[in-house]
């Protein structure tokens, strides 16, 4: 599986806005570019995937670098149930023995400062 | 609340037994992965089931089984437990088994062994 990196940590003041960034140099042109977060003492929860093009949800918006190399997750305005650690992903839409699964980093870990 | 169930929410067993973890998915979903979350090895893919069938494997160990029933409910199986089979394990669902699908996680498991 390609890899991601991402900082292990970052911090932001609550109601500001928060830009996550995520580097993926060896992405391959099959590869969608998925975040999630894990909030304290619960699993996973999706947040926002793409491919190309930047996206939004209600939850979050993807900006994704035209070379593909990196992406941002953006945050609009932080609260505090946005601690957590954030977890960039690249998932192989090619199939193969990766089909389906996620292969989770370390994440960043956001703090968000009352 | 992400529709995925898994009981027991806590286990406390000594080395050398088996358990079993089961995840009900949510309605609708096919597809079943398991993770293993430990604190030095961070949010490891054990295995994917797609409508019964194993669709890939990742660092499962021999002493670990899962399956998934015909109701679409799985359990995992832990034998010959040992200290470091220690850790929080999460079940995720999906409707299908493909990589534009989002992974839903329950609360998970937290299995301690003594």
């Known amino acids: 599986d390609a890899k991601t990196t991402q900082p292990n940590s970052m911090e932001s003041n609550e109601e500001e806005p928060v830009h996550l960034p995520c580097n993926h140099s060896?992405?391959?042109?099959?590869?969608?570019i998925h975040w999630y977060r894990q909030l304290p003492s619960q699993g996973p929860e999706y947040v926002i995937h793409g491919l190309t093009s930047n996206v939004n949800n209600r939850m979050a918006s993807l900006a994704i670098a035209e070379d593909r190399k990196s992406s941002t997750l953006i945050l609009h305005r932080a609260t505090l149930r946005d601690a957590a650690v954030y977890y960039c992903?690249?998932?192989?839409?090619?199939?193969?023995?990766?089909?389906?699964?996620?292969?989770f980093g370390q994440g960043t870990i956001l703090t968000v400062h009352p | 609340d992400s529709g995925v169930t898994q009981t027991p929410k806590h286990l406390i067993t000594a080395t050398g037994q088996r358990v079993t973890l089961r995840c009900s998915p949510r309605?609708?979903?096919?597809?079943v992965y398991w993770y293993q979350q430990s604190l030095d090895q961070g949010l490891q893919f054990l295995i994917h089931?797609?409508?019964?069938?194993?669709?890939a494997k990742g660092n499962i160990l021999e002493r670990f089984s899962a399956q998934q029933f015909p109701d679409l409910h799985s359990e995992l199986n832990l034998s010959s437990l040992e200290l470091g089979d220690s850790a929080l394990y999460f079940c995720a669902s999906s409707v299908d088994g493909d990589f534009n699908s989002p992974l839903h996680f329950g609360n998970g498991t937290r299995l301690t062994v003594t």
């Open positions: 309605s609708g979903d096919l597809s």
């Open positions: 060896t992405i391959s042109g099959t590869d969608y």
């Open positions: 089931y797609y409508n019964g069938e194993e669709r």
């Open positions: 992903i690249l998932r192989d839409s090619a199939g193969g023995t990766s089909y389906g699964k996620l292969t």
